[in-house]
């Protein structure tokens, strides 16, 4: 038979598209799991690229979060009325309250990852209590709780979320090195004030506040040995993103590109800056690694899993563009490349998905075995299942 998987989102853009490009197609290959579907919302159809074999059905509420929560629990049910499934997997912090609440652990068999704990953001203390008092109430109404990082595991033992609960599967990217990049675009020509050889600085995310986007664009204002690109778009979580941005002469704003383009971009780059304020993880550090760019990021949450301070990049303090802008003119003046290579052999030891890939199918299973010894008048999924089958769109 095989396990059936559920995958449940009530936001895309930015790091958990990220992440569902990352296992969707694995999970599907993988010969343990039958099918996998997904449950994503309208607003968001064109952030992820729906791998073959994987079906999705959408669900509406518009640009309200709040709306498509609602929205999101009352698809769950209908789809799992019609059709259960061996695991549902819920991402982000919306869908684990929504999901939830919607299909308690005693009726589904449930996994919920915030990719990154709401209650670690650098805003009023007291706001963080109370989400960090709603996670740890909600924590018994799922079989497990992915952490990303050994830094969102810590926090949940902080708050105190039950350790027998957790399940620490850190984050990855694929190796693609065997499928180089196409054509790298050209530097944007950023005027007659730049220096020759000025080093190539990029940055990827949301214009969120959490990325520090503003932070990236007072340290390289006014320094023409530094030359930045901007890949990102609007605000996408929150009123308090990046507004009304001062963009120096020396910076150019790409906007959102798709993966492939993303990847290009990194590629012509010299160096890859992640300014956030807070970060469980920080995918697109990784994927900077894996090209063998060297990484400048803050101090923060999982990012200093990630950089090791001075041999694959330099880490710093957040919201400090003295500092920030003191690193890269550093940078400058050494060869990035070995920084750079020395971050692809530690995203090769650490980060690569087929490690994350295989502990969540691992997951999957002990969760479905656990849950048919207490249900033993339920279908469970065969231990091993048989071929993926042909691709149902």
Known sequence: MGLHILHVAEILAGGTASYLSEILAAQRADRRIASVRLLLPEFHRDALAIPPGCEAAYFGGGASRAWRSLALARALRATLRERPASVVHLHGSYAGFAGRLAVPAWRERIVYCSHGWAFDRAVAGWANRLVAGVERALAPLAQAIVCISRHDHALALQVGIAPARLRLVCNGVRDLSAVPPSEQPEWPALGASQEPGALRCLFVGRLDRQKGVEVFLAALADQPGL???????????????????????????????????????????????????????????????????????????????????????????????????????????????????????????????????????????????????????????????????????
């Not at 400090?320 to 030891?349: I, V």
């Open 227 to 393: 030359s930045g690109a901007v890949v990102g778009g609007s605000v996408v979580s929150g009123a308090d993103g990046a507004s009304g941005l001062q963009v120096p002469a020396n910076v150019a704003m790409l906007g959102w590109r798709d993966r492939e383009a993303v990847r290009r971009w990194i590629a012509a780059c010299d160096v890859l800056v992640v300014p956030s304020r807070w970060e469980g993880f920080g995918l697109i550090a990784a994927e900077g690694m894996r090209a063998g760019k060297p990484v400048v990021a803050s101090e923060v949450g999982g990012l200093r899993e990630l950089v090791v301070d001075g041999l694959t990049g330099r880490l710093v303090p957040p919201d400090d563009p003295a500092a920030l802008r003191r690193a890269l003119l550093q940078l400058r003046r050494m060869d990035p490349r070995a920084m750079g290579a020395a971050g692809r052999a530690r995203f090769l030891a650490h980060f690569e998905a087929r490690r994350m890939n295989e502990a969540l199918v691992q997951l999957y299973q002990e969760i479905d075995a656990a849950a048919a010894a207490l249900q033993p008048g339920r279908p469970r999924a065969a231990p091993q299942a048989q071929p993926a089958r042909e691709s149902v769109q």
